[in-house]
């Protein structure tokens, strides 16, 4: 408003209103790379082939460009990731520290000596709590963003809780865990509690003075994680979304994601648990490893999220860094010289960027960007009718909070006085679309007998169902 008043420059539009949101979350999606790169570095794992797979991958270069609440809790998941990491390799040195010096003191033949291994005891850096604060921070705002991130919080955060608590320890393994978990929840807790402040500030009722005054009640909070859960748990609210096999994800968005990739990670997962289940006790794969971690961190949520009716491949993006961690260098297999693997993981990635980047559903930005142009007159009521595309972004649209009839004339705004009522149907049958469009026409015709005040209805549905 400031430009447009001073300088006659209107830099707000439906472009830049959807630019500069993906400008931020392609910035942000460079911390899974730097993510994965440090966890490379500590455990000697080769980065140019993980960094190489992941940014070669179709989900890089396009989910996580978007807007998804999905993406968000990638970059959580993977910032979760590589600090479990960390504390776990820190741990490990710190154990390693510990029995050294401890094993030197119970040789020191002098109180001298005795008195030396203990000051080098003291300079053991700790390792009981690291990292707690941030890595309670992103639990809470990761279950803030998705309640589902629990799935892909459940295991770093147990490895977090049961590192090094074998070794002794004037404390017992139980109780070491359980303070760690003590610790935790208050800082969950925290964060939590300030984001439902803010949250209620900005969507709610919640304002300052009823804060000073206390005078909000249970109305006025917004919770959306409580929020999102209830609404998932009325079987009706799922179905309305689509209703999806148990093995959804297993066998079809799996593959959607990862190509080539999605079989050598499954049987990856098969031979880990045979190699546990059959090999001798002394040849048996570690479960306190960092391989173990990724393992866990991907193979749970799969699990979980399974157990929903309503599946869709987005739900599975966080587990992009467990999965290249585990297998991008098996990609590398080669045969006569040639790399099949690798030439079909790129083959695969450049199509599913076309496809899921350029051409599927392409049109509803396009559109909200055309309907927000349209000049209809004044009419101060529109319907939008969406009928098997994306969940239609309101935003694009450019509709002032409050519709106005008067006032100051919005310069980002071409039609400041039309609401728009947005249907989204989803993929309902055609029948119940041409129902709710011969319903909708008759409220408008009803509307302009009574009130005088007309309603235009609006369909965006692909072409090819029209035929």
């Not at 400031?2 to 931020?24: A, D, E, F, M």
Request: aromatic share 14%; hydrophobic share 45%.
């Amino acid at each position: 408003m400031y430009v447009h008043n001073n300088l006659g420059i209107n830099i707000l539009g439906p472009y830049i209103i959807q630019l500069v949101p993906r400008i931020i979350m392609l910035i942000m999606s460079f911390s899974v790379d730097f993510m994965i790169y440090q966890i490379c570095k500590l455990y000697k794992h080769s980065y140019n082939q993980c960094l190489t797979t992941l940014a070669s991958s179709y989900i890089m270069l396009v989910y996580s460009t978007r807007t998804f609440s999905n993406t968000l809790e990638l970059f959580l998941t993977s910032l979760l990731l590589y600090l479990v990491a960390h504390t776990m390799k820190r741990t490990d040195e710190t154990v390693y520290l510990q029995e050294l010096v401890q094993n030197s003191y119970k040789q020191a033949d002098t109180v001298r000596d005795k008195v030396n291994i203990q000051k080098k005891r003291k300079l053991i850096p700790p390792h009981d709590f690291k990292y707690i604060i941030p890595i309670g921070i992103i639990c809470a705002v990761g279950f803030f963003n998705r309640p589902t991130f629990v799935f892909f919080a459940f295991t770093p955060l147990f490895f977090w809780f049961q590192r090094g608590i074998s070794t002794n320890s004037m404390f017992t393994p139980f109780q070491i865990f359980n303070f760690r978990i003590a610790l935790m929840i208050p800082i969950i807790l925290l964060t939590g509690g300030l984001l439902l402040l803010t949250d209620s500030l900005y969507y709610g009722q919640l304002t300052p003075h009823k804060l000073w005054h206390l005078t909000m009640d249970w109305q006025d909070w917004k919770n959306a994680p409580f929020n999102f859960i209830m609404y998932n748990l009325v079987p009706g609210n799922v179905a309305s979304h689509g209703v999806h096999p148990h093995y959804t994800h297993l066998l079809v968005n799996l593959p959607i994601l990862l190509g080539p990739l999605a079989p050598i990670f499954v049987l990856t997962v098969i031979n880990w648990f045979c190699d546990i289940l059959y090999m001798q006790w002394k040849d048996k794969p570690g479960v306190r490893t960092i391989f173990s971690l990724t393992l866990f961190s991907a193979s749970l949520p799969i699990i979980g999220l399974s157990v929903v009716k309503h599946q869709e491949a987005r739900f599975l993006l966080p587990i992009m860094p467990c999965v290249i961690l585990m297998c991008a260098h098996k990609l590398r297999w080669k045969m006569n010289g040639w790399r099949p693997l690798l030439t079909l993981w790129y083959a695969f990635n450049i199509l599913a960027a076309v496809w899921f980047g350029f051409i599927h559903q392409a049109g509803v930005l396009p559109i909200q960007r055309q309907i927000s142009r349209l000049e209809h007159g004044g009419v101060p009521y529109v319907n939008l009718v969406y009928s098997h595309t994306y969940m239609p972004p309101r935003l694009p649209l450019m509709q002032p909070m409050h519709p106005h009839a008067g006032g100051p004339t919005l310069p980002y705004c071409s039609n400041p006085k039309t609401k728009y009522l947005v249907h989204d149907l989803g993929s309902s049958d055609l029948s119940l679309v041409h129902n709710r469009l011969l319903a909708l026409i008759s409220r408008g015709d009803y509307i302009y007998k009574t009130q005088k005040k007309a309603m235009h209805t609006l369909l965006v549905i692909p072409t090819h169902l029209l035929q």
